[in-house]
Every structure is written in structure tokens, then in C-alpha cells.
């Protein structure tokens, strides 16, 4: 049976199901990942987490930051992270559908382009190709800065 797949804007009341995703997404346990932190993105100006859904259960999510810019005419740009989809929903259609609907947000939002990162070692980039997004252009690059351990 085909799901029937729903998306949204993730609000404060979804923060259980999408710590659990964002824990298959960096391997670690759901009770390991910060509730604060999720409310933060939340609140942040511009920014939303959009989930796909089959019976109001949370399957797949991504982060969309629409950010302001001072070139091409001030218009914004996104920026899409932290694309998760929980391992047994892979391959159904819940990740394309909440890419669509960040998508479609980025351009009702006027940006002008949409950008996002992946990993070298993962099959996503193909899954990306296929929705339009492309590397000829631009080469992502990164700085990353190793977390402070408490002491």
C-alpha cells in the first residue's frame, strides 16, 4: 500500500520524533541530542525544519535557512541541512517530499538560489541530482571547528 505522505512546518511538539531522526542521521541516541537546540532553530528568523509525514508520524525532515543577501538585488538564498530520513521509510518518497516542499518555500521566498552539502561518502548525491541539484557550478567547501570538550 502506497503512504500517503503529508508535509509541514515541524513545530516544538514534533521535537521527539525529529530528535530520533536527527539521531539516525549523526548515530547517536535520540536521548543524547539537545531539546533546547531544536527549539533554538525553531525560533531562529527564517529558518524552518519541514517534516514529511504518514499518519501524523514523522518520517523524514529537512532544515531550511533562507538567508538575506546583499548582491543579486538583495534577494535571499537558501541553504538546506540536515536532511534525515528514518532508515525503514528510505526509498518511499518522504525525503523527496520534504525537499519539494523546501524547495517550493525557497522560491515563494524569492531566493535565488538553493544550496546544500553532502557527504563524498554517501548515496544521497545521486538522490540530489535527481531533484535538480547539481556541483558544475560551485564546489562546496567546509571549515570545521572541533567542539570544545567540557572539563
Given at each position: 500500500m502506497e503512504p500517503h505522505i503529508a508535509t509541514r512546518?515541524?513545530?516544538?511538539?514534533?521535537?521527539n520524533?525529529?530528535?530520533?531522526?536527527?539521531?539516525?542521521?549523526?548515530?547517536?541516541?535520540?536521548?543524547s541530542m539537545d531539546l533546547?537546540?531544536?527549539d533554538r532553530v525553531l525560533r531562529h528568523p527564517g529558518t524552518q525544519i519541514i517534516g514529511a509525514?504518514?499518519?501524523?508520524?514523522?518520517?523524514?525532515m529537512v532544515t531550511l535557512h533562507v538567508l538575506p543577501n546583499v548582491t543579486q538585488a538583495g534577494r535571499p538564498y537558501a541553504l538546506l541541512?540536515?536532511?534525515?530520513?528514518?532508515p525503514y521509510f528510505r526509498k518511499q518518497g518522504f525525503a523527496r517530499a520534504?525537499?519539494?516542499h523546501a524547495i517550493e518555500t525557497a522560491w515563494a521566498e524569492e531566493c535565488y538560489k538553493?544550496?546544500?552539502?553532502t557527504g563524498r561518502n554517501t548515496e544521497a548525491k545521486g538522490?540530489?541530482?535527481?531533484?535538480?541539484?547539481d556541483a558544475d557550478q560551485k564546489w562546496g567547501m567546509q571549515l570545521r571547528r572541533v567542539p570544545v570538550r567540557a572539563t
Open positions: 512546518k515541524l513545530h516544538s511538539g514534533d521535537h520524533a525529529a530528535l530520533e531522526l536527527y539521531a539516525v542521521l549523526l548515530g547517536a541516541e535520540p536521548a533546547s537546540a531544536f509525514f504518514d499518519n501524523h508520524q514523522l518520517h523524514a541541512e540536515n536532511v534525515a530520513t528514518h520534504a525537499m519539494h538553493i544550496m546544500l552539502l538522490f540530489y541530482e535527481k531533484l535538480g541539484f
